[in-house]
């Protein structure tokens, strides 16, 4: 299994943003130097909290800090953009990266970002089926490109290089409830990324999104659905102790808890199945929620396996990010993940707690196995010294 974040990023307006980009990038470096396999990187133009507007120009920074991540858009929000200059900047950026890029593509989450554009948020969806079907025409077939629709026009176009990884590099559509996402990702057989899949919504739908997906990969002639490219994801902060988590994530979830649960409906929902009142706790809200975890490493483990058994089985974890607990917590979070949680899904440490459990079960015997030879190594020494004073001893009467 491989893990990864999902770096919107999300950070309280009041902050200075300048301070915010900088600490997003250190964060990614950090998230490369102790292992983590993927970070995907956000695109918004409203509400003050997520200000990363073009991921592409932050995975060319992040990639220059980076050696091994894989860094992806998380997403591209293809209605807002003309399909070839996406298919342009993520050429560009495949080159830049060597192949470390990721292309998430979506419609757009954030109904002010449609609205300061002029854009009816209803028809999102329709445009990126029809962005989706150009960009992959300008990456696979051979020759000029025409194409019009009332909202863009290719005219004889062309790509005027390919990209690094052929045909192209990976591109993972997002499929959160409906059932558009799941069945555009079947019909071009490209992975699919559930971003609310630890919603109770979204969990309700994720064994029907991949029904949905097989079928349209069956219909349209593509390969048979492989689990580990499907990606899922949750909020995860851990400490040793669940109550040291919850002293963490104090600092900060009074404001990321009011973004993260800024639906209306969905907080409503929340609180009446609870039972809660609306002026719970928010780290009781955000329990109920059933968003993520915030507690220990054997808490995220279980919070995965129980992700697994309902989804059927998925291959990559993306851990949500919430500017929740402090810089320094929030990095020893992530060092904690990879070093308990992720080798408990990665069999990276398997055998070491097998060799362990035999060496311990065996300590007795292997006691007495280090006596003995002690015992021995004495009884040579002192037969070596009586052998040595006996040849002194007839030497000297002589």
Known sequence: MKFGVFLGPEHKPSNNPTWDLDRDLEFVEHLDKIGFDEAFIGEHHSSGWEIISSPELFIAAAA????????????????????????????????????????????????????????????LRERMEESLEAILALFTEEGLIDRKTDWFELNQAQLQMLPYTRPHPEIAVTAVISPAGANLAGRYGLPMLALAAATPAGQKVLASHWNMYSEQLARHGKAEPDRKDWRLVSCIHIAPTREEAERQV??????????????????????????????????????????????????????????????????????????????????????????????????????RVENWTTFSGSENEFQKALTAANERARNRYEAERSADAARGGAGAAK
């Open 250 to 351: 104090a600092y900060g979830i009074d404001h990321a808890a009011r973004y993260a649960l800024r639906d209306a409906s969905f907080l409503q929902a929340v609180l009446d199945t609870s039972g809660l009142p609306a002026d719970a706790p928010w780290l009781d809200i955000f329990r109920a929620s059933e968003l993520g975890v915030v507690g220990t490493p054997e808490d995220a483990i279980e919070h995965i396996e129980r992700m697994q058994e309902i989804s059927g089985g998925y291959g990559t974890h993306l851990i949500r990010v919430l500017d929740w607990a402090n810089p320094r917590d929030t990095f020893d979070s992530y060092e904690l993940f990879a070093r308990e949680v992720a080798p408990h899904f990665q069999d990276s440490s398997r055998r």
């Open 64 to 123: 220059q800090r980076t050696k091994n991540i894989k860094l992806g858009t998380g997403v591209i929000s293809l209605p807002y953009h003309h399909p070839l200059m996406v298919a342009e900047r993520i050429t560009l950026l495949d080159h830049l990266t060597h192949g470390r890029l990721i292309v998430g593509v979506g419609p757009g989450a954030l109904p002010s970002d449609a609205a300061m554009m002029g854009l009816d948020y209803t028809s």
